[in-house]
């Protein structure tokens, strides 16, 4: 009724002010019942979710409290200029903060933080705490060097001057066994150090090799399930939904006795005379055994998105174009596979994900020589205490699902544009 008229006309224009006023208070108020009605999850995504991804961000950058520590050592040991061995200035510097640390029994943080920055820092400030209270005034360089003799190695010195900062992002480059010497330029560590990049590598190819090997799995499986009659499909589908009803680390120890030297695969392949006692098969402890328990534990969040979707493609365009000439395999490529897009993507950045990050199957299963870039990160959380670095190359491989995310979603909004 009110579309008939016209807010332009003098007699209508006030009634159509008022309806017009009426409509933005309406939307206004759907939007402030739409707001609260979510707030709820916003505040239990933001505590967490964005809270703790936000303190692992500053956590990888943070360097304050060793910064606090040596706080005298701060104010003169940037004006070094790093050729040469620092003047007396730097280690009587360094020498009120070192005792300082001892009288407060902080000193243990500073060894293990410098540490990070040089190997031996550590064992070389827990031996000159031991001594520094036999310290006389004044020539404190020449006591530090008699105390031990690395106090003379500018690398130490160096290593003392980049952890004099309050934030820095050089746990980014060690995430790329990469380093910043002291001329500022970037740098690979030392080769028998690299081991980080061998690690994303192998983590992005198992990740890749897994959804592949899911996808190759799953798609016959959900082709079955989305075809058979109800009483086989749903007992396959109870197949499929099994693994979840049994804890993960179940499953993974299920497969180490499967695969173990002495376990069900080796012994069956001795009995059928297949491979020699001597010479079982080396399936666990490495990337093979990864590979294959990943696999089997994440294929069913590769089935169930297709057979969600294979479920709404009706059998008789497969049957409608053999019967109009085309093969069956011309039929499926051209016709039922493009149908299937949106499965495939779905269940295909759904394994990737998950596989990307996982921890314990590769750790149970794979040891060393299968270990995930996810085994490094618990690696420095729990042994080394490494923190920053831990958080650093988290962030890194939160990146790279967001990029894996983002790929996927231009993909999909590409392809959802052509069939529009």
Known sequence: MWAAYNVSDPIYASDGQLLSVKLKKAEAHRRRTAFF???????????TYLFPIGQLLVQSVDNRELFRFLSHTNEVIHQWDGDQLPDEAVYSAFYKDLSSAVDNKQHGKIATRLNYEKSGFSSLIKKTSRKIKTFAAGNYKIQFIKADKRWGNIEYMLALKKAAVPFHGR???TAFDLDQNAAGEIVQIPENRRINITLWLRTIMVALGVTLSCLILSFPIAYMLATMRAKYSNLLMICVLLPFWTSLLVRTSSWMVLLQKQGLINDTLVFLDIVLDENRLALMYNMLGTFIAMTQILLPFMVLPLYSVMKTISPNLMQAATSMG???LHAFRRIYLPLTYSGISAGSILVFVLAIGYYITPALVGGAKGALISNRI???MNSSLDWALATAMGTVLLATVLCAYWAYNRVVGIDNMRLG
């Open 378 to 380: 618990a690696y420095h």
């Open 171 to 173: 746990k980014y480059l």
């Open 37 to 47: 009605l979510v707030l709820p999850l916003l505040l239990f995504i933001s505590l």
């Open 326 to 328: 085309s093969t069956p």
